[in-house]
Every structure is written in C-alpha cells, then in structure tokens.
C-alpha cells in the first residue's frame, strides 16, 4: 500500500518569513496530493491540492510543487502569519482509491 | 448547513465501558470515514463507508464497530474499551468517485476526544 512520510514534525519560523514542509510518497499510482490545515481543537481543512498533471499550483501565499520522477511534493508559505500557525497534514491518493493516506504531520509554529 | 458534526466532543469511559460516537452529514455525500488521531501518529483509519449499508475497514479497525443505517450518519462503537483506545476521533465525509470527478475533498468535523481510564 501507499506509504507517505512528512518532514519536519515540528517547523518554528518567526513571521514575514517562509515555510516548506515536504513530503515522500511511495506509490506511483497516487495522483492526488492534498493538503490539510488543522488549527487547535477543530478538524482538519483542506487548504490546496495538486493533481499528477501539473507541477506547481498557487494559491495567494501557498504553492505546492510535485516531482512525479522523484515522489515527492512540498507546502511552501511565503510571508508567515500567525494565524497559519497550526498542524499540516499532506496526503496521497490514486484516483482508483476510495482513501487517501496521510503524512504524519507537521506543527508549524509562526512567532510574532 | 453544518457540514460534518460529531456527539459527543468529549468522554471519559471507564476500562470496559462501551460507548458510541455519532456522526452526521447534511451535504449528501456518499462516503464517511472514521479517523483516530494520537500524537506523532497523523490521522489513522479506523472504518469507512461507500454508500448506506456498507462498510469496510481501515487501517486500524480493532476493537471497533461502525453502522451506517442511514445516508447521513456513521456511527463508531467500542463494545469494551480501553486505555489504547483513548485518542482524539475524527469523522469525515466526502461526494462519490466519478469518471469526471475521481478527487473528492474530505469534510472533517470538530472531533471527539475520548479518555479510558
């Protein structure tokens, strides 16, 4: 099955800098990558997501990247708030699977 | 629209006691999922559902029971718990697959956090 491993556990960056937490899949079948913010005491929301078709996607002041040849792919944060402070968990998933698999997470701590 | 709710949002059992958490969905999805989350472990898969009637297990479906009686609720039950058993429980809810449409998003809910003692 599907094995996924996200680094760092734990990412503390000051605010107005960047983050990128990074991601290894091992299934070369997965061609959904989403990713879920989860803040304290609520379940987690999908904040992007990128299909195998495309190499990066945008959205304001997140990116995703995707290697398909290496299996990996990466949450990059420009311009750290607080408020993005939270548990980031990316997930993989092949379009013949009901469920994706997570990544363990990482807690991203952003100083003021 | 509440989207994904759960009951109870918290519970203390004792070792042995049995309990059932409540899940319930107002946006018509077919699919549920049942996910325990313990620290450094990310989110584990316990049970889900494809459709009213169905179920199947996940990764971790020991000790747990699921129903899904109607469309908009997935019920998790633990017969006899225990202390491994306590974790943070959440469910999610998501569209059916479709030839167009193979990646659906996941709905979670709050969460219930569930103590054995």
């Known amino acids: 099955g599907e094995n996924v491993e996200q680094h760092p556990s734990t990412l503390s960056v000051q605010e107005g800098d960047s983050a990128v937490i990074k991601c290894t899949y091992s299934?070369?079948?997965?061609?959904?990558f989403p990713w879920y913010k989860q803040e304290l005491g609520k379940g987690p929301q999908l904040i992007i997501d990128i299909r195998s078709n495309v190499g990066e996607k945008k959205d304001q002041r997140i990116a995703v990247t995707l290697n398909k040849t290496a299996k990996h792919f990466s949450l990059h944060i420009t311009e750290t708030q607080p408020e993005d402070s939270a548990v980031y968990f990316c997930?993989?998933?092949?379009?013949?699977?009901?469920?994706?698999?997570f990544g363990r997470g990482t807690s991203l701590i952003v100083h003021p | 629209n509440a989207g994904v709710t759960q009951t109870p949002k918290f519970r203390v059992l004792k070792t042995g006691q049995s309990m059932t958490l409540l899940c319930a969905q107002d946006?018509?999805?077919?699919?549920m999922y049942w996910y325990r989350q313990d620290p450094g472990m990310g989110l584990r898969l316990i049970h889900y559902?494809?459709?009213?009637?169905?179920?199947a297990k996940g990764e971790v479906p020991d000790g747990y029971n699921v129903s899904r009686l109607k469309k908009q609720n997935f019920l998790l039950g633990l017969e006899s718990a225990a202390p491994s058993q306590t974790s943070v429980y959440f469910c999610?809810?998501?569209?059916?697959?479709?030839?167009?449409?193979?990646?659906?998003?996941?709905?979670f809910g709050p969460g219930t956090r569930l103590t054995v003692l």
């Open positions: 299934d070369s079948a997965s061609n959904y």
């Open positions: 997930a993989a998933k092949s379009g013949g699977s009901y469920i994706p698999t």
């Open positions: 946006m018509n999805h077919e699919y």
């Open positions: 559902s494809v459709g009213e009637g169905t179920t």
């Open positions: 999610a809810s998501s569209r059916r697959r479709t030839s167009g449409d193979l990646y659906n998003e996941q709905f």
